[in-house]
């Protein structure tokens, strides 16, 4: 797997009820279950119940949520591909 360095990654969670994610490259795929996320250090799933973003600064990198954290796990990378066929059926979703 080819790590990328552009941006520091990192995380910060508080109560597991906030993240924040630095190191975001791109967002995809996501309800109040599950956030599909691409990091300088690959693909990461975040699961929870009620997550909402509440942050989103791709150009800074840097993406928060809230809701009840369940999970934050790393994906290998040929998960990405997953995530952009994902990602175009909820961008469809919200453009109808």
């Known amino acids: 797997m080819e790590v990328r360095q552009e941006k520091p990654h990192g995380m910060e969670i508080t109560e ?48 928060a949520v809230e809701g009840l954290i369940h999970a934050v796990q790393y994906l290998p990378e040929a998960s990405t591909k997953t995530f952009k066929q994902k990602g175009k059926s909820i961008i469809g979703r919200l453009l109808k």
């Not at 599950?34 to 699961?47: A, D, I, N």
């Not at 119940?49 to 993406?63: A, K, M």
């Open 16 to 63: 597991r009820r906030r993240i924040r994610i630095r190191g975001v490259t791109q967002v995809g795929a996501f309800d109040e279950a599950e956030v599909f996320m691409v990091t300088v250090q690959g693909p990461l799933l975040l699961k929870g119940e009620g997550l909402h973003i509440n942050q989103l600064n791709l150009d800074e990198g840097i993406v």
